[in-house]
């Protein structure tokens, strides 16, 4: 045995049996104060979180709320054959995976950019974080006036004698979309990397800086591997906000949109108008797991980017 373990083990054997037994009693109540702190919390989210989802899951796996019959995953399969859920899902995937990551990588670039010396700084900021003092309503007024059939951007282009389109119910939807989905997330989002630009060593980047290095290394090597975490919390929070988009196309065009406008919220809301709960508890469901599914590898991702950066 080694000479630090053996003094320890002395140490320990050493111990009255008194100030082990108090040491255990301080123990047990620091934990008892703790479990009395949570319990407000973790009582409200397991009844109105974990119950509810709950008791979807065994909505998604029954008949009917009258007809209790165990069907396993015959809802599942039938909704897997709705094209109504099929088109909406294919829609939210797309749009997604358009606005995450260019809501990640804008944010990013404008916070290195505001991080530099620029003129104006305080009022770039100011424009990008503006967006998240007005509300949705607002906002959508804003694009149905750029936007619509007889809107600006048309009569932009009717002045270089191009066509008039009707942005919204049209292709060009999604891009319509998309642009108030990062106009309305970059602000908040480039506040996050700022705050963890800030945090990153100096001496790092001096030592770079020292060693020749070129700002390309230095971003890869140093900057973006101890951004790995605000980037993984931005990416979710992106994905969680594109999801939500529902409010903002609901806004412009209703409960049923142009086709590629169609996203799972105007399923689940319009599946809910008629009251067919087990279609809308599969779909919850199957929602659920792809979010738990895309997080888990997002998570793995960042701990592999980011093992060899020390917390």
Known sequence: ???????????QLSVSPERLREHRRVKRMDFLNSMCFMAPSFLGVLIFF???????????????????????LDNFTALLQNSAFLTAAKNTLLFSAMAVPLAVVLALGLALLLEARIPL??????????????PVASIVLVWQVLFNNNGVINDLLGLVGTDKIDWIKSDYG????????????LGYNMILFMSALANIPKELLEVADVEGASETYKFFAIKLRYLSPTVLFVTILSLINSFKVFREVFLLTGGYPYGNLYMLQHFMNNTFLSLDYQKLSAAAVIMAIAMV???????????????????
């Not at 999604?174 to 997330?185: D, I, P």
């Open 1 to 11: 045995m080694k000479i630090p373990a053996l003094r320890k083990e002395r140490k």
């Open 50 to 72: 974990i119950l509810p989802f709950l008791v979807v899951v065994y909505y998604s796996v029954i008949r009917s709320p009258m007809n209790r019959e165990f069907v396993f």
């Open 121 to 134: 700084k305080s009022q770039f900021r100011t424009f990008f974080l503006s967006p998240m003092m007005v």
């Open 174 to 185: 999604q891009l319509v979309v998309l642009t108030l989905f990062l106009w309305k997330n």
């Open 293 to 311: 599914v895309i997080i888990a590898v997002l998570f793995k991702v960042e701990d592999w980017f980011g093992k060899d950066v020390e917390g």
